[in-house]
């Protein structure tokens, strides 16, 4: 799980736009960016108990906060979150989101999670947060471009929900322009996600 933190932190480092200085005042006036992250350490009984999914999502906020250009206003970090833990802080985000849509902001929206799934859903505790449910939410959301990162088992059949479309790869120097949703994911449908505490 920790491999997925790093490439990230990467991403985000390359993409800052105080690294483009060109393009900073210009981000700053018509970007806004949000996001929601969570950590659950707990999969259920029949799961081994995770032990940085916290420290993952709180990294990840971290970073998204000092390079990414999230405020702290404009972000939810969820620890061990139920299922409505997760439909109440995509209700605040999405509040937060109408009114900067008044604005006349573009609107980028980031969900990260990092614990247990399944094929059919997120782990949370001995319940599960279904993957239709979960992309119904980030859906909803004002948003120009949704970026959601799975990092769990299994978190690929995420991407087999009915509407995925493959689209041709963008440069950085033009992602003010792009729209739409991508989704990240640390392993295939049938795939296990692991813990190390060497990395």
Not at 102 to 124: T, V
Not at 132 to 137: D, F, L, W, Y
Not at 147 to 165: E, H, N, Q
Request: aromatic share 8%.
């Amino acid at each position: 799980m920790k491999s997925i933190i790093l490439m990230i932190i990467s991403f985000v480092a390359f993409s800052h736009p105080t690294l483009r200085a060109d393009t900073h005042t210009q981000e700053e006036n018509v970007i806004r960016r949000f996001a929601l992250l969570a950590g659950a350490n707990d999969g259920g009984p029949q799961r081994t108990r995770l032990m940085f999914a916290h420290t993952d999502a709180q990294a990840l906020a971290r970073v998204l906060n000092e390079l990414g250009g999230v405020a702290h206003n404009d972000m939810e970090v969820l620890v061990d979150p139920n299922i409505q833990d997760f439909r109440h802080g995509f209700a605040r985000i999405g509040q937060r989101m109408k009114s900067a849509r008044k604005a006349g902001k573009r609107l980028e929206f980031i969900f990260y999670y990092s614990g247990h799934s399944d094929d059919r859903g997120l782990l949370l505790g001995d319940k599960r947060f279904g993957y239709t449910e979960v992309r119904a939410a980030i859906a909803g959301l004002p948003a120009d471009v949704r970026v959601a990162i799975l990092d769990s088992c299994a978190s690929g059949a995420f991407t087999r929900i009915k509407g995925g479309v493959r689209k041709r790869p963008f440069l950085v120097d033009s992602s003010t322009q792009v729209k739409g949703y991508a989704v990240i994911t640390s392993s295939s449908a049938t795939e296990v996600a692991q813990e190390s505490d060497s990395v």
